[in-house]
């Protein structure tokens, strides 16, 4: 059974740090494009970062840029996005998910439009408040 599971997250104060992991089960993720997507309460399911399959490609939205970092292991079978300098706008459900056709980050980005295309873990919560 294909499973994504993601960790790492928590209540932080704004400034600080998280890791969040996207852990593979039931698959390898040698072959995908991992993204990173978070949904704020009463908002839309938004993309926040990508990396594609080798590591070599790595996708930022602009809200996120110089403050989160993806990166994975494919030993571990893990993607990771290193979260620092959070605010409170970044407060959230963050999920981790890939195309099911093994697709590029240029179309892992838009399976906020259409989840169904996409393998997704259940979401951890992240909530930067003081």
């Known amino acids: 059974q294909v499973q994504l599971v993601e960790s790492g997250g928590g209540l932080v104060q704004p400034g600080g740090s998280l890791r969040l992991s996207c852990a593979a089960a039931?698959?390898?993720?040698?072959?995908?494009?991992i993204g990173w997507f978070r949904q704020a309460p009463g908002k839309e399911r938004e993309g926040v970062s990508c990396?594609?399959?080798?590591?070599?490609?790595?996708y930022y939205a602009d809200s996120v840029k110089g403050r989160f970092t993806i990166s994975r292991d494919n030993a571990k079978n893990t993607v990771y996005l290193q979260m620092n300098s959070l605010k409170p706008e970044d407060t959230g459900v963050y999920y981790c998910?890939?195309?099911?056709?093994?697709?590029?980050?240029?179309?892992?980005?838009?399976?906020?439009?259409?989840?169904?295309?996409?393998?997704w873990g259940q979401g951890t919560q992240v909530t930067v408040s003081s």
């Open positions: 998910a890939t195309d099911k056709a093994r697709m590029p980050c240029g179309v892992v980005r838009a399976l906020a439009l259409d989840r169904s295309r996409g393998y």
């Open positions: 990396i594609s399959s080798s590591g070599g490609s790595t």
């Open positions: 039931g698959f390898t993720l040698d072959y995908y494009a």
